[in-house]
């Protein structure tokens, strides 16, 4: 088979890299990734569409292969990965790579996690495929340029989870390139109108790229094949016009992108993060750190175009509300933080919130908009009801590569996420666990703790 010289030098790479490879930090990153995604999915595994969503999926008679992380079962390796990636967004607090404009971890984790449970490897195993799946998820979406209409979610997430599948499962470089091909049309038609209105579906992608993951490879085990270069085509031709084939390979074992990585605090989409942080820094200067919400009279939001589409006054549910500048900045005046308890239906329908919405302000700036994508920004005008008009703004979001979360504030997000579901003692065992991973024989020794 006659490949393109792109693929045969990525293939080569994930092929023949080992442990040995990889410099110390990216393994380090890895076990935050993974500690990190393992707490999103197991607080977003509490909602009742997942839970609703479980029982659907699992069949009480399902083999007990792997973990549907935040439940207390188990169920067949597919169905885990299709679970486990849905929760991990529910909650907008996965992680993402600001380069390939997207989030790779809770694409390439579930389907990772489950076929390593499945196949009792090992800990080191684990880090390294997902390293790798990481990679090539991040490098397609830095390659390609998805079409403004559709949702990265459930796109080249999918390419990355087969590929960490086939590394787990030391495929050489023949199958490797049929996992990369037939796992290339296994994806989605995606709509970045869900998440606006507020579609659950939406949360489902980058499960349903898991899922693909693990259908890929048993696909290619059973003799089928995909296009010669099936990457080139769906992400130059269909669902991109723009395929920059030199992305995937340049300091290919040089550059990772788990190291270029941003990790969330704020519950929510990441192009509120910008208003979010400027909003805090005004509402930090506030002698008890707050802003009475009946003292305002106004909100000035100036920001870039992916962010400004987000001005939806009226979010009906949590997800639309997650994806609302508005009602992000009134729940945060309400409540005086930007966590989990901001977004609930709860929050979604608190009357003091949605008043505060009404006056919120979204407008683009198209001198912000040019400092893409280097940059993120937002400026903030909060105007009280006495005239005084506090501003402040911020041009890169904290958590992203150029400003990133500490360790100890990482600890505290998993901490917030993980003992509401597990209680202190297991929470801190499985965050013990995942830091030594590299050390651990079999991944059930940590999966059976969820």
Not at 82 to 98: K, P, S
Not at 154 to 178: H, N, P
Not at 376 to 383: A, G, H, K, M
Request: some cysteine; charged content about 20%; glycine content about 8%.
């Amino acid at each position: 088979m006659i490949m393109s010289d792109y693929l045969d030098e990525l293939v080569a790479y994930i092929c023949d890299c080992t442990t040995d490879d990889l410099p110390p930090e990216t393994i380090q990153r890895a076990k935050f990734v993974l500690a990190d995604t393992i707490a999103v999915i197991a607080a977003g595994a509490q909602e009742k569409e997942v839970k609703a969503l479980t029982g659907q999926v699992a069949g009480p008679n399902d083999p007990a292969l792997a973990t549907i992380i935040g439940a207390g079962r188990r169920t067949e390796a597919a169905k885990a990965a299709l679970i486990n990636g849905t929760a991990g967004t529910f909650l907008e607090l996965d992680e993402g790579n600001q380069f390939a404009r997207g989030h790779c971890a809770i694409h390439v984790v579930p389907a990772a996690l489950a076929l390593a449970e499945s196949r009792k490897l090992s800990g080191s195993r684990l880090l390294m495929a997902l390293i790798l799946g990481y990679e090539v998820a991040a490098r397609i979406g830095i390659a390609c340029k998805i079409r403004m209409s559709m949702h990265p979610h459930g796109t080249w997430g999918t390419v990355g989870a087969a590929v960490a599948v086939g590394k787990l499962l030391g495929y050489d470089r023949t199958a490797m390139r049929e996992m990369i091909n037939v796992s290339s049309s296994l994806t989605l038609a995606t709509s970045r109108r869900t998440m606006l209105e507020g579609g659950l579906v939406r949360n489902v992608y980058s499960g349903v790229s898991g899922h693909m993951g693990i259908l890929a490879h048993q696909l290619v085990d059973a003799g089928f094949n995909g296009e010669k270069d099936g990457l080139k085509t769906v992400f130059g031709q269909v669902v991109s016009e723009t395929f920059d084939t030199g992305e995937m390979t340049t300091d290919l074992g040089e550059r990772f992108e788990i190291l270029r990585n941003y990790f969330k605090r704020h519950a929510c989409c990441r192009y509120n993060h910008a208003t979010l942080d400027a909003l805090l820094d005004i509402m930090a200067k506030a002698p008890s750190g707050r802003i009475p919400y009946e003292d305002v009279e106004a909100v000035e939001v100036s920001t870039y175009s992916l962010a400004a589409q987000l001005c939806d006054q009226h979010p009906m549910n949590t997800l639309a509300g997650k994806f609302s500048i508005p009602f992000a900045v009134a729940t945060t005046i309400v409540h005086g933080h930007t966590g989990v308890d901001c977004f609930t239906t709860e929050a979604i329908h608190n009357r003091r919130a949605r008043e505060l919405a009404q006056k919120v302000r979204v407008v683009e700036d198209p001198k912000l908009t040019a400092m893409m994508p280097d940059q993120r920004p937002s400026r903030v005008t909060l105007i009280l009801k006495d005239g005084a008009r506090l501003k402040a703004e911020a041009f890169i979001n904290k958590g992203d590569f150029e400003d990133p979360y500490s360790e100890s504030e990482l600890l505290e997000k998993y901490n917030e996420l993980a003992l509401p579901v597990w209680g202190d003692e297991t929470a801190q065992k499985i965050y013990r666990m995942v830091a030594a991973l590299d050390t651990i024989s079999d991944v059930n020794e940590l999966t059976l703790l969820f």
